[in-house]
């Protein structure tokens, strides 16, 4: 993780941060559960302003300083050295975020002194203290426990689910989930703390279960790694999604179950094969619109809710749960105005499909009526435009040998003998050769 950290980018909103060495301290406080805040940038170590910032930020900064959560902010009164520089300002967090770092802020002091430099007083920790760490998420990670003023791991041996569902209640959340095995996780090198817990189901935290500590001459393969959730009895799997804040089924912000949360998706890490994955896990053809405008439809369903940041690759993929969420490609400070809100087609041929059908048929039918039925009605016409030629004439001497005894008297009526003005002129060759066989009209 040590490579990851060095190699990732995080986008904000506002600005393009690394998260390379950063580091965050409470300096000055009467305990160490208690100081100004810094941050550890570019080889320096700064204060941050406290313009913008709120109790959420502050919750964020006690976590990644392995304390409980805060117990209030200070204001202006544990103010930096006058040689030391202003890092950042304008910091606003979600309350979901591991480190500081991850959460949306400008660089600098804006137009912040150090009068306005921010302390945080956090509460202390105590035995049997449980945390995750080493994810991407508060609710998923590795488990610490902790005991004698040490974070630990604990051996995954004899852990079951009703020792997972007591320490995610433990951390406020319902229940635990399944855990995704795609998941990455940083290397973590806090020793192991405990062999066992053997709970029930029903404890109130890992505390009230048995429990054996760590032998050193026990053999552990893996450690524990939960993912917790707050979705009550309902199961949920990774990638599971809907259409929150629209009329219909087909359309809507997407909401996806990633890592144990419903939370919206970015578009800034979403494409046309991502909103044709899960137009199709929807049942319909394909999206007509990928990404969409959440301003479309009801935000404040969704405006809580935090916005998952990961790169997803749907390539080739038929639904958004076969799609790969890339838990080392983070795109942070994405809001819900990011959010994607996708319209899928219905199952068969779209709107656009059907008037293609129509226009090309439409153009067929001129082609063939074009090149082939016109030119034939011209012809037909033309032919009829021309006179006939006269019928043949009927052989008036009847030939004897063909008259039997048998024969049948049939009255035959004459053909009509055409008349001068209906017989077509002869040719001017056929008249100078036979003049004698014509004559003039009268």
């Known amino acids: 993780m040590k490579k990851l950290k060095m190699e990732i980018t995080l986008v904000f909103s506002l ?196 429990s054996h500590a760590w032998n050193e001459n026990s053999d552990c393969g893996n450690t524990v790694k939960i993912q917790c959730s707050y979705e009550g009895d309902l199961a949920y799997s990774q990638g599971d999604s809907r259409f929150v804040g629209g009329d219909t089924t087909m359309a809507g912000i997407l909401d996806v179950y990633i890592y144990g949360e419903w939370r919206t998706v970015c578009s800034k890490v979403w494409n046309k094969d991502e909103g044709k994955a899960v137009c199709k896990g929807h049942g319909y053809e394909g999206a007509q619109e990928h990404k969409g405008n959440p301003n479309d439809y009801n935000k404040s369903l969704v405006i809580k809710r935090p916005v998952h940041a990961y790169g997803i690759d749907c390539s080739g993929k038929k639904s958004l749960n076969d799609c790969h969420f890339k838990t080392d490609k983070l795109y942070i400070g994405c809001t819900h105005d990011d959010d994607v809100a996708p319209t899928c087609g219905p199952t068969g041929l779209s709107g656009g499909g059907i008037a293609g059908i129509v226009i090309g048929s439409l153009f067929v039918s001129f082609f063939l009526y074009s090149c082939c039925i016109s030119p034939q009605l011209q012809k037909r016409k033309r032919n009829a435009a021309r006179p006939r030629p006269p019928p043949a004439q009927p052989n008036s001497t009847p030939n004897p040998s063909a008259i039997t005894t048998s024969d049948v008297n049939i009255d035959i009526e004459p053909a009509a003998v055409p008349s001068a003005a209906e017989i077509e002129p002869p040719s001017y060759d056929v008249a100078v050769k036979t003049p004698s066989t014509f004559v003039e009209p009268t």
């Open 15 to 210: 600005f393009v941060v690394s998260v390379q060495a950063e580091t965050v301290r409470l300096v000055g406080g009467v305990n160490k559960y208690e100081g100004r805040v810094e941050v550890f940038r570019d080889g320096r170590w700064g204060t941050v302003c406290d313009n913008g910032w709120d109790f959420t930020a502050a919750n964020v900064v006690c976590r990644e300083v392995g304390f409980g959560n805060a117990v209030t902010n200070v204001f202006g009164q544990n103010p930096g050295d006058a040689s030391q520089p202003i890092l950042l300002h304008n910091v606003r967090c979600t309350g979901q975020e591991l480190r500081l770092s991850d959460c949306p802020s400008k660089t600098g002091s804006g137009t912040c002194d150090h009068s306005e430099d921010i302390s945080v007083r956090c509460s202390p920790v105590n035995d049997f203290d449980v945390r995750l760490v080493d994810g991407l998420h508060l609710n998923v990670g590795r488990l610490q426990v902790y005991r004698n003023g040490t974070w630990g791991q604990v051996c995954d041996r004899h852990w079951n689910d009703d020792s997972a569902d007591v320490a995610c209640r433990q951390l406020g959340y319902v229940r635990s989930d399944s855990w995704v095995e795609s998941y990455k996780l940083k290397e973590n090198a806090s020793p192991i703390e405990f062999d066992l817990f053997q709970c029930t189901g029903s404890e109130g935290s890992l505390m009230d279960c048995v």
